[in-house]
């Protein structure tokens, strides 16, 4: 069993930046792939961004290239999630999960686990 918390989120005006974190319990967290998924009001829950365990391969939706980072930290069981040049449609609820058998990062069903969520609101 694992247990994911967000934090971090905020609200920010756009151009800005925030820094998300997911701790993770558990002592099995580099196991695990870790993503970032968020949901906007009235959207589905879209995929973000994804990490394998051992931090060496990353997955980005087009949208958010080239201005967010995902990076772990198995010593801290944390991931994160560095959000750059932040737009108004950035705005959702992000959730981070954890994969440990899926095969498909980004994929919605493919994950084991997920966090409470945590708001970005980002004003024009």
């Known amino acids: 069993q694992v247990q994911l918390v967000e934090s971090g989120g905020g609200l920010v005006q756009a151009g800005g930046s925030l820094r998300l974190s997911c701790a993770a319990s558990?002592?099995?967290?580099?196991?695990?792939?870790m993503g970032w998924f968020r949901q906007a009001p009235g959207k589905a829950r879209e995929f973000v961004a994804a990490?394998?365990?051992?931090?060496?391969?990353?997955s980005y939706t087009d949208s958010v290239k080239g201005r967010f980072t995902i990076s772990r930290d198995n010593a801290k069981n944390t991931v994160y999630l560095q959000m750059d040049s932040l737009k108004p449609e950035d705005t959702a609820v992000y959730y981070c999960?954890?994969?440990?058998?899926?095969?498909?990062?980004?994929?919605?069903?493919?994950?084991?686990?997920w966090g409470q969520g945590t708001q970005v609101t980002v004003s024009s």
């Open positions: 558990g002592r099995t967290f580099s196991s695990y792939r």
């Open positions: 990490i394998s365990w051992s931090g060496g391969s990353t």
């Open positions: 999960a954890a994969q440990r058998t899926g095969t498909t990062w980004r994929v919605r069903s493919e994950y084991d686990y």
